[in-house]
């Protein structure tokens, strides 16, 4: 019980913030501040072209944009400030942890997440980054690509360069990749409907930036978004991302990467909602295979997106019981780039 002759802490504007935004695009859900903030949010291994991938997601405070349509990623993040130190005790945790260790000479790529973004100061702490860019160097002698999740607002410069020049005092060469959050190619769906806050001048922008230091950039885009579009609508609007992005890995010089994610419904958001009422469902693993196919001969490199991170509501993922088999296949496709493998999964 709260003594009433204390004065109460006055209320975290950050969190006010967050949830302004979140009832503002009518989610439902809630925050997790009953995780160990000493240990992360999760973390799991991908295969791709670029070798073993390490994808770790830290716990800290919830994305400060939270309006994006059909996301429930902050729903395991924290309401609340997480602090440098706890931060840093994660980075701890996930290299102690064995199946991070036991894999630590094979690994090629960390791709690094709040389900926010890594460059938000206000939520991710630089002191904990830089902590962990040193235990990158310390602990994987094979790192290739550092990869860092965050909205294009809370990109600047001067901060890639000083990550770049760390990274560079590893036992190999390091990359720096930039993972931004697309989702839709069409303007209107973008950001009238999926609320993304994404605009095309901003993304060339930061393209002619980012080529100037040879840093690459990860794209991720989600197959039928939004409640309302066909199968073929889906899959032309990721052909036409395709196209663009073609255009301007070309026009910039910049090593450009589609993540392409199908969309699973995700808990406590509208879209949970038309799904409930029979207005949405999720695209099929066909569909995906039919979008991704147009990057063949670009100069993109493609990963498929084929896990729901356990966020899809019951029922709402969009791998069916049965297709296990057509999962392996995709994911042998993320490792070679063997587009005869989506001609296949296609039925093209």
């Known amino acids: 019980m709260n003594d009433p002759s204390q004065p109460s802490s006055p209320p975290d504007p950050i969190a006010q913030e967050i949830l302004r935004a979140t009832a503002g695009s009518r989610k439902l859900y809630g925050f997790n501040d009953t995780h160990d903030p000493r240990t992360p949010a999760d973390f799991w291994f991908q295969e791709s072209d670029e070798g073993r991938i390490l994808f770790a997601v830290f716990y800290t405070q919830a994305c400060r944009w939270s309006r994006c349509l059909g996301c429930n990623l902050p729903t395991r993040m924290s309401q609340h400030p997480v602090g440098f130190r706890l931060l840093m005790a994660q980075v701890d945790a996930l290299f102690a942890h064995p199946d991070v260790m036991i894999c630590s000479d094979k690994l090629r790529k960390v791709i690094v997440s709040n389900n926010g973004s890594v460059l938000d100061q ?186 729901d991170e356990g966020l899809a509501c019951p029922g709402g993922s969009f791998v069916q019981p049965q297709e296990g088999p057509i999962v392996a296949q995709l994911e042998a496709f993320n490792r070679t780039q063997d587009y005869a493998i989506l001609r296949s999964v296609a039925g093209l």
Not at 159 to 178: D, K, M, N, V
Not at 285 to 304: C, I, K, S, Y
């Open 122 to 307: 206000v939520t991710f702490s630089s002191t904990a980054l830089i902590y962990l860019i040193a235990k990158l160097n310390l602990h994987l002698p094979r790192l290739a690509v550092l990869s860092l999740e965050t909205r294009i607002e809370h990109v600047e410069i001067e901060e890639l360069e000083f990550i770049a020049r760390a990274l560079r005092e590893g036992e190999t060469p390091t990359q720096l990749e930039l993972a931004i959050g697309f989702e839709a190619f069409d303007n209107r769906v973008r950001n009238d409907i999926f609320r993304k806050g994404l605009q095309l001048h901003q993304f060339e922008n930061l393209c002619r930036t980012i080529a100037r230091y040879r840093f690459h950039l990860k794209c991720y885009f989600m197959l039928k978004p939004i409640p309302g579009m066909t199968a073929d609508e889906a899959v032309s609007d990721i052909h036409r991302a395709i196209d663009y992005l073609s255009a301007q890995a070309r026009a910039c010089g910049v090593t450009l990467n589609l993540h392409l994610n199908p969309t699973y419904v995700a808990a406590g958001t509208v879209l949970e909602q038309h799904f409930r009422d029979g207005t949405y469902t999720p695209p099929t693993l066909r569909d995906t295979a039919r979008a991704a196919l147009h990057a063949q001969g670009t100069p993109l490199t493609v990963f498929l997106g084929l896990s």
